[in-house]
């Protein structure tokens, strides 16, 4: 079958010291970080990429980054995220021709078939629930920046608010199976204990930890 047409978004961040997985730090060997996050990126990109589906990267930090240049080179799209708080930086990722499907790069245990059938969907939202109470991913019809306006961000409340306010726009919402974030320690060893964790990535997590 042919697959819809759209985009999936990957925001992510260029690794760079002190920018990426922090709160992780404690728990790894120095530089743990920032290898720990570009093994998610690449799993991320990885999943979203067998898809069939155009991906872009939606990068915070340097367009002409050893760091962009990979991605570049293994032919993904790479354009420079926009400025503002996770609202601003979600309206602007997710606006464009067609459904997009915007995704982070912190929960590398997604099904792509879970992309696909988000774009699929005949809701004109659909988002991925993560069980912190915020969501890991949002496929979307059209740019709506009312949608991502006073959310609580970085709490518990983000999804629940966010489908409150997609109620209140009259907007209908389907959700995707839900996922965990790889955040903080316990995130890290969950998912060293995951069946579902790849066997690369798995190696260099559990080669970070001290």
């Known amino acids: 079958m042919t697959p819809p047409v759209g985009r999936i978004v990957i925001m992510t961040k260029e690794p760079a010291a002190g920018r990426v997985k922090t709160r992780l730090a404690p728990a790894l060997i120095d530089g ?10 690449e799993e991320t990109i990885r999943r979203a990429r067998s898809t069939g589906l155009p991906c872009t990267v939606s990068l915070s930090g340097s367009l002409s980054s050893p760091f962009a240049d990979r991605l ?13 708080d996770l609202g601003e930086r979600l309206a602007a990722a997710l606006a464009g021709p067609g459904r997009r499907l915007v995704l982070g790069t912190d929960t590398p245990i997604f099904e792509p078939d879970w992309l696909l059938a988000a774009l699929h969907a005949p809701a004109p939202v659909v988002l991925g629930p993560s069980d912190d109470g915020g969501y890991w991913m949002m496929a979307l019809d059209a740019p709506c920046p009312g949608l991502f306006e006073d ?14 306010r997609a109620a209140a726009l009259g907007l209908a919402v389907t959700t995707a199976p839900t996922c965990y974030d790889i955040d903080e320690p316990a995130d890290l ?5 995951d069946p579902r964790c790849p066997p690369q990535l798995r190696t260099i997590a559990a080669q970070q930890l001290r």
């Open 189 to 193: 060893r969950r998912l060293l204990d």
């Open 151 to 164: 959310i609580p961000w970085s709490t518990d409340a983000v999804a629940a608010t966010t489908m409150r």
């Open 72 to 84: 570049r080179e293994a032919g993904l799209t790479v354009e420079l995220q926009a400025s503002g």
């Open 32 to 41: 743990g970080s920032e290898r720990i996050h570009v093994a998610l990126v």
